[in-house]
């Protein structure tokens, strides 16, 4: 009866700290160096991806910011559309939101979720770019992974010219791989895996969130910020990314 007390006692333990670690705010900060063939104004860019159930509180974002990135999944099946609008006018308030869709947010109502992000002035990147800043040359691209139209990714990119410094986000890593050639990027952003979610040591259903330079451009798979099916996680702390953007001009220029 004592070692079964324990064990209980050491269950309760660990199921309260992952709850803890699901609901956690940890905000990670870095600054990315993009090339560019002329100099733009430095920018703070906030990720946040895979909100699902979450509530995102007025005052998360207590920093300068000049735009949010919602890496899809901001809602999810039984979700109150009362909430995904609190947490729009949160984030709006802020800076100008742009949104690509994740694999759950069709859960609820397209036509709903369209009509607050309306309301809110959130441009969704629906396999389009747009121009940032008023300047030509600095695009963000997002494309609509989950509508699986075969021309989803040549849309996207139909503005953009090869000079352009581009930022490319979907909902999947897994996009990671069709961003070569014509369709170049400098930073890709994604979510989707949660880094795994519950991670024994090293080992979890997907790799463990970060940001890596690879091939001359960096990648950025975020643990996301909520959670779905099991409200835990274990080594892969709920986040949020603030990216500091400054432009790294060629020689001579």
Not at 95 to 113: C, H, I, Q, S, T
Not at 184 to 208: E, N, V, Y
Not at 231 to 235: K, N
């Given at each position: ?11 309760l ?21 993009l090339p560019?063939e ?7 860019l ?12 007025a ?6 910011v ?11 099946k ?36 369209r ?21 030509p ?24 010219k090869?000079?352009?410094t ?6 999947t ?46 990648e ?6 909520g959670?779905?099916?099991l ?5 892969a ?17």
């Open positions: 009866m004592k070692y079964l007390k324990r064990i209980g006692f050491v269950a333990t660990m199921l309260l700290y992952m709850t803890r670690n699901a609901y956690s705010e940890n905000l990670v900060k870095k600054t990315i160096k560019s002329k100099a733009f104004k430095p920018f703070n906030l990720f946040i991806a895979d909100i699902h159930r979450r509530n995102i509180k005052n998360l974002i207590n920093f300068p000049d735009l949010i990135v919602i890496g899809g999944d901001l809602v999810e039984g979700v109150p559309l009362e909430r995904v609008a609190e947490n729009i006018k949160n984030l709006r308030s802020h800076a100008p939101v742009y949104f690509v869709w994740g694999n759950n947010d069709r859960e609820v109502k397209e036509d709903a979720l009509k607050i992000f309306n309301q809110y002035g959130v441009i969704v990147l629906d396999d389009k770019s747009v121009s940032l800043f008023g300047n040359q600095l695009k963000l691209v997002g494309i609509d992974h989950f509508a699986y139209k075969p021309d989803g990714l040549k849309n996207a990119f139909s503005e953009v090869e000079q352009d581009v930022v490319f986000v979907t909902h890593p897994f996009d990671f791989w069709k961003i070569k050639g014509p369709y170049s990027a400098d930073l890709l952003l994604a979510g989707h895996t949660h880094g795994g979610q519950i991670r024994i040591g090293p080992f979890g259903m997907f790799k463990k969130g970060s940001i890596k330079h690879k091939d001359g451009r960096v950025l798979i975020t643990n996301g910020f959670t779905t099916t409200h835990l996680r274990l080594g702390p709920a986040e949020y990314h603030l990216l500091t953007i400054i432009p790294e001009t060629k020689i001579g220029e």
